[in-house]
């Protein structure tokens, strides 16, 4: 994908504030049966969870809903996003709504279904 800049495995070390970004995106997935879930870090530090919304009139990634959950509480940036998917890549337009909010450069972590770091992103 071109939205992607040097990604790293899932032997990358991963630090306390994101392995639980992984931890709610996971929970959420799990709680609302839904196939994906996300968690966003805002630039102070807090954070939006949300699943994927799949309403006959209105289809989000989980990523999009959380990072919208996010613009609409008033965040004006991203440190970090994460999804929890069966899927092995992230979408474009999921990097594109990162970068959206974040700007270029923001990590985007992808992790299998059972928490297990997949790749790091970064949207540009």
Do not use: W
């Not at 969870?49 to 919208?68: D, F, I």
């Not at 929890?84 to 299998?112: H, K």
């Amino acid at each position: 994908m071109s939205d992607l800049v040097a990604g790293t495995g899932p032997d990358a070390a991963l630090n306390a504030e994101d392995k639980k970004i992984i931890t709610l995106a996971r929970s959420t997935r799990a709680r609302n049966g839904v196939p994906e879930g996300a968690a966003v870090r805002d630039e102070t530090g807090r954070t939006y969870v949300a699943g994927t919304v799949a309403l006959e009139s209105l289809r989000l990634s989980a990523l999009q809903t959380a990072v919208a959950m996010a613009v609409a509480s008033g965040a004006r940036g991203l440190e970090a996003a994460a999804v929890v998917s069966a899927a092995e890549q992230l979408t474009a337009d999921d990097l594109a709504a990162v970068r959206d909010l974040g700007g270029a450069g923001t990590p985007v972590l992808l992790a299998g279904p059972d928490g297990t770091l997949r790749l790091t992103a970064e949207a540009v």
